[in-house]
C-alpha cells in the first residue's frame, strides 16, 4: 500500500513520529471459542457427566487435539473460563467442584489419568443449570496453541443422586475418561475403575491472545524534500 503526503519539511519529524505510533496500536480483544456442537445427551444415570452425582463423585479428563482448537479460531494465548453446556440439570450442589488443566502429546485417552496438570478453579460448590454453565478461572491458563489440552474436573459429595444431562459431540478416538464412584479419593487417586468414552461434553472457552505489537514497517522516499511531497509505503502485514 502506498500513501501520498503532503508535509512541510519542518513538520517531517512529527509525522513520522505519528505514523510509528499508529503502526504500534495493540489490539487485543476476548474471544469465545467453542469445541464441539454435538447433540447426544447422556442420561441421568449415564457417563460421562462432568457434574455426574450418580455416585457420591466423579473425575474426568477431556482430551482436545490442538488441530480442533486452531480449527475452531484459538491460537496461543489466555484461557480465562471453561462452560459446559447441560441439556438438562438436576439442581444439585456439588461440593469441592474443581478443574485442572494441562497438556499431553497423546492423542487418545488411556484408563490412566494424565498428570502434570495445574489447578485452575475451585476447589468450590457449583449447581447446576440448564445451557451453558460458565465456570470463570481462579488462574488462568496459558495455552502454547500446538500443544493437545487435557481439561478434568472433579467433585466428592457425601450422597449420590443423579447426573446432569451434557450436549456431547461424538468422537473417532478415546476423548474422555471418567471414574464415578464413592470413594473420597476420587479427586486424588490415581488409580480406581477408569472408564475410557469415544465422546466429550460441549465445551466453551474465553480465550485472549497474547499482547504482541505489530511491527512499525514502512519506508519513505525521502527524508528531505524542497517540494513539501514524501511518498510513504507500507511494509508490514497489517493492511
Do not use: K
Not at 47 to 73: D, T, V
Not at 83 to 105: E, M, R
Not at 120 to 141: E, I, M, S
Not at 190 to 214: H, K
Request: proline share 5%; with cysteine.
Amino acid at each position: 500500500m502506498t500513501n501520498s503526503v503532503r508535509a512541510p519539511l519542518s513538520g517531517l519529524p512529527r509525522l513520522l513520529s505519528l505514523l510509528l505510533l499508529l503502526t504500534t496500536t495493540i489490539l487485543v480483544a476476548q474471544d469465545t471459542i467453542t469445541i464441539g456442537t454435538g447433540t447426544e445427551e447422556n442420561g441421568f444415570f449415564e457417563f460421562p457427566a462432568p457434574y455426574g452425582n450418580a455416585e457420591n463423585g466423579a473425575r474426568h479428563q477431556m482430551l482436545i487435539p490442538a488441530s480442533e482448537l486452531q480449527a475452531a479460531g484459538m491460537s496461543e494465548g489466555t484461557i480465562s473460563s471453561v462452560a459446559f453446556n447441560v441439556a438438562n440439570a438436576v439442581g444439585i450442589t456439588l461440593q469441592s467442584f474443581s478443574i485442572s488443566i494441562g497438556t499431553t502429546a497423546t492423542t487418545d485417552l488411556n484408563p490412566t489419568w494424565e498428570t502434570g496438570l495445574s489447578s485452575v478453579f475451585g476447589p468450590t460448590t457449583h449447581l447446576d443449570v440448564q445451557g451453558w454453565n460458565t465456570h470463570v478461572l481462579d488462574a488462568t491458563y496459558y495455552w502454547d496453541g500446538v500443544s493437545n489440552l487435557i481439561v478434568e474436573t472433579c467433585f466428592s459429595n457425601g450422597f449420590a443422586g443423579a447426573n446432569a444431562e451434557f450436549f456431547q459431540t461424538s468422537t473417532s478416538y478415546n476423548s474422555t475418561i471418567h471414574r464415578a464412584t464413592p470413594n473420597t479419593n476420587v479427586c486424588t487417586f490415581n488409580g480406581g475403575n477408569i472408564q475410557a468414552d469415544q465422546q466429550r461434553p460441549d465445551m466453551r472457552f474465553e480465550w485472549t491472545p497474547p499482547l504482541i505489537a505489530p511491527v512499525a514497517a514502512f519506508s519513505a522516499s525521502s527524508l528531505f524534500t524542497c517540494t513539501g511531497t514524501v511518498t510513504f509505503t507500507d511494509l508490514s502485514n497489517y493492511q
